[in-house]
């Protein structure tokens, strides 16, 4: 039997499984086994996934901490001979700092190889039961009470649906802090997922901030939270005011488009009452 082609040379960003190994794809087998240096987030984790497949390869660690000096050794490394960057579990890049690397690679000339499989945020989206049309990762909150304040502010005009990664101990503390800043939503809370105990609790933020206060949750922890319902309509006086405002000193045409897209009203609504009040 002939044995694999070499990789060319390039960095390989391959996903891992975020649980179940049996989730680790064949080409990303492959990938692993055949790379010259794999670039782990920790390098224990990654050891035990080689392990399983029966591969030994040379390690360098890459994580927050790394310096600079780390990342330009991956670099030149690429530039010569085939490297992989894995993360703990999932998909690297994803609220890890894999970035970096990857924009100085491209940078350097480096060819740039995706190796696609599992997700903890897309995961969690195919089990809650939410919108998933449009969805936003947020990532983590932070931990102290006024920056995740302010970070939660900056979500809740946000219409898509939303995604948080959270530690158990910090679980209870966030969903409280996102139904005073978002609004008792329909969330869901999806734990170990793709492991012996996968878990999803759907519920109000509220609800789910209760069920957890008392019981903080172990493993890997993902949120996920509804888009805020539709905006109530302007009734007619605010629709009146608005237009009577913008006609002061603007046509009919533009005030019409400039109310209905401020108010969020059918343009037809808005010219027909436009009308009624230039007659009157």
Known sequence: ?????????????????????????????????????????????????????????????????????????????????????????????????GFKLVRDARAAGVNIVTVPGPCAAIAALTLAGLPTDRFLFAGFLPAKAGARATAIAELAEIRATLVLYESGPRLAASLAALAQGLGDRDAAVGRELTKRFEETVTGRLSELATRYVDAPPRGEIVITIAPPGAAPAADAETLDAALLAALADASVKTAVASVSAALKLPRATVYARALALKRN
Do not use: C, F, K, W
Not at 20 to 49: C, H, K, Q, Y
Not at 50 to 78: C, E, F, K, T, W
């Open 1 to 97: 039997m002939e044995s694999p082609a070499a990789l060319d040379a390039g960095l390989y960003i391959v996903a891992t499984p975020i649980g179940n190994l049996g989730d680790l794809s064949p080409r990303a087998a492959a990938t692993l086994a055949r790379v010259a240096l794999i670039a782990a987030e920790d390098s224990r984790v990654t050891a035990r996934l080689l392990h399983h497949i029966g591969a030994r390869v040379p390690m360098l660690a890459y994580h927050d901490h790394s310096d600079d000096g780390v990342r330009r050794a991956i670099v030149a490394r690429a530039l010569q001979e085939p490297v992989a960057l894995t993360s703990d579990a999932g998909t690297p890049l994803i609220s890890d700092p």
